[in-house]
């Protein structure tokens, strides 16, 4: 429902009329199905390697970069491209220098992929590799320390990339910092307060990063954490914030456009249908309006052109096809259609025509197949638009 309160007769009313129905027609034409094309799940062109544990970066150009991983024939260096338009995939130029899983990767303002950390047969990784997608090549950029795994990396507003935490025979507290300019690696101001590995970074509309959840292994056991921290760039500081009412690991984390983080599904011992939204002002967690349907992890979510957020797969009792959208108006949970194959371990982008592109994974073995999915006609969300002269 769409409500202007006051008649618009200004010039600049006018003017304000037309930019919210341009943006309103824009979402539209973005998150409805083209000819031809029907609301839910479809097949494209399937990867040239299975795998699993992979990453998936959306390129300036529209394509999608789809780098390293695990698959058949063991840890993984290859790298492949997806075209949009072809719905294909083709290999890049070359391949990283280290074969890699379990790494992150992060695309940085001069369009360029960081790939960094991981582990392989020979162990953790320190190392770094970037990818130029003009070129279609990769290059070797500094190494950090110490080497890890499932970590977490994220493009801060200042255009460095925080590397935090992640796991090294035990979970770790240190954080680095990667300059693009210089292409060097360097120590924040002060570690994470709680070791972990598997935890979520969320980088705020404030410029902070919210570290939220994770697992260590404490006395031969496996903890699961509440506790979440908040990263100030600038002064490189960390600072405690409100923890979690449910410890989690393996969850995901999506910023919404209220500024709020929605946390859904994990693990903790046990599989998790429960979520929590973090509001930045109070820095306090809430449940949402009901749990998903499906107790989850290693899953996906994607933050949708209408503001809802795609939740897909993963692993519960068995390998799941399942999937559902949250309302952030309701805050709310919702089935939508399946997917054609279960997996778990996969990646999930969203593309510039609001489809979001599900690739690879793991059920029973390493999957070269990919989907699409094409979000429903009915979204955009209820709103009330204030509008003066």
Avoid at 6 to 35: F, N
Wanted: hydrophobic share 40%; proline share 4%; with cysteine.
């Amino acid at each position: 429902m769409l409500t202007i309160r006051r008649p618009l007769s200004s010039h600049r009313g006018r003017a304000k009329a037309a930019i919210l129905l341009l943006l309103v027609l824009q979402t539209l034409m973005l998150s409805s199905p083209t000819p031809g094309e029907t609301a839910g799940w479809q097949a494209t062109g399937s990867l040239i390697t299975g795998r699993s544990d992979h990453t998936a970066t959306l390129l300036d150009n529209g394509q999608v970069l789809v780098a390293g991983g695990y698959g058949a024939a063991g840890y993984l260096a290859s790298a492949e491209l997806y075209d949009p338009v072809t719905k294909t995939w083709s290999a890049t130029n070359g391949t990283l220098a280290t074969a890699r899983s379990g790494h992150t990767a992060t695309l940085l303002s001069n369009g360029q992929v960081l790939v960094a950390g991981g582990q392989n047969a020979g162990g953790w990784l320190g190392s770094a590799e970037l990818y130029d997608p003009v070129a279609k090549t990769w290059s070797g950029t500094g190494a950090f320390t110490p080497a890890r795994v499932w970590h977490t990396a994220t493009f801060l507003g200042t255009g460095q990339v925080l590397v935090a935490g992640g796991y090294n025979s035990l979970g770790l507290t240190s954080t680095v910092l990667y300059n693009p300019g210089m292409a060097t690696w360097s120590s924040t101001t002060g570690p994470l307060a709680t070791a972990s590995s598997y935890h979520t970074a969320t980088l705020l509309g404030t410029g902070q990063v919210l570290v939220a959840g994770g697992t260590n292994i404490v006395n031969s056991r496996s903890v699961y954490f509440t506790r979440a921290e908040l990263y100030a760039p600038g002064p490189s500081t960390w600072s405690g914030t409100g923890a979690l009412a449910t410890s989690r690991c393996w969850h995901t984390a999506t910023l919404l456009g209220t500024g709020q983080v929605l946390a859904a599904g994990g693990y903790n011992g046990s599989r998790l249908a429960s979520a929590e939204l973090y509001d930045p002002v109070a820095k306090t967690w809430s449940a949402t309006t009901g749990p998903l349907a499906t107790a989850r992890f290693v899953h996906t979510a994607t933050l949708l052109s209408n503001g809802q957020v795609l939740v897909a797969a993963g692993q519960g009792a068995s390998t799941l096809n399942s999937a559902e959208l949250y309302d952030p108006v309701k805050k709310t949970w919702q089935a939508t259609g399946s997917l054609i194959t279960g997996r778990s371990s996969h990646t999930a982008t969203l593309l510039g025509t609001g489809q979001v592109l599900v690739a690879g994974g793991y059920k029973d073995s390493y999957l070269t197949s990919a989907e699409l999915y094409q979000p429903g006609p009915n979204l955009v969300p209820a709103m009330s638009l204030l509008l003066e002269d």
